[in-house]
Structure formats: structure tokens, C-alpha cells
């Protein structure tokens, strides 16, 4: 036997288009039930017990997670990690700025040129002249 045939659905028309003021998702998007961005926040807040070199000795400090991996970061660019000490230049003052010169040969500027691709007479209409 083949498919029963169904009649439309309230909301849409005898081709199965949706018929205005309805809407083909009346449910909507499934809600998320946390975001990326907030359980990293959240494990950046926790307190950690971390251990740490104080005035040359190792104590145990609680700290944020965050102020820990900064403090590691920092140890790293003090004790020579040049990479350590790039990221932290950078997100501190930002990258610094490159120059880049656009010329010639020479220092001499360059030549830019505007050709009329359209085909027209330069009047601005596009046709040639009638």
C-alpha cells in the first residue's frame, strides 16, 4: 500500500507553504544549557590553592584560577620564556604597529589607473553615443 495522504496542516496552504503570520518553528531553537564563555568565566573565578614562590621560598596561597595562570605567566617572562614575555607586551599595550610602505621603485609613488569598464562614452550612463 502506498503513504496515506495527509490535508494540510493548520498554518500552511494545500502545497504545504506556510501561510503568512505563521511561523515553520514554533518551538524555536532548543535553549542551551550553558555557554562556553560563562563555564570559563566560572573556572577562571574559582579559588585554587596553588603553590608559589614567595621571597624564594614555596608557600600554598588561594587564589582565583585566573590571578594563578597570570602569575604563572609572569614567572615564565621573568625567568627568560620570550614567547611568555611577547603575549604579555602584547595583550598589555597591544601589538606594536608595522609600517608598510605601498611605492615604487625608489620611494617614488605609485601610478593608480581607472579604466571606464562599463564600455560607455564617460558620460556616466554606460552607453555609447547615440
Do not use: H, W
Not at 574559582?46 to 604563572?72: C, H, S, Y
Amino acid at each position: 500500500m502506498g503513504a496515506k495522504a495527509v490535508g494540510p496542516k493548520e498554518g500552511r496552504d494545500a502545497r504545504g507553504r506556510i501561510l503568512p503570520g505563521y511561523t515553520g518553528n514554533p518551538v524555536g531553537c532548543p535553549k542551551r544549557t550553558e555557554s562556553l564563555e560563562r563555564r570559563l568565566q566560572e573556572l577562571f573565578e574559582e579559588d585554587r590553592t596553588v603553590t608559589i614562590t614567595e621571597n624564594g621560598k614555596e608557600v600554598q596561597r588561594t587564589m582565583p584560577m585566573i590571578e594563578a595562570l597570570f602569575r604563572q605567566y609572569l614567572s615564565r617572562a621573568s625567568s627568560g620564556d620570550r614567547q611568555s614575555f611577547r603575549d604579555l607586551l602584547d595583550r598589555a599595550y597591544g601589538k606594536p604597529r608595522q609600517r608598510v610602505d605601498i611605492g615604487g621603485q625608489d620611494g617614488e609613488g605609485i601610478q593608480i589607473v581607472i579604466q571606464n569598464l562599463t564600455g560607455g562614452n564617460g558620460n556616466g550612463n554606460g552607453k555609447g553615443q547615440t
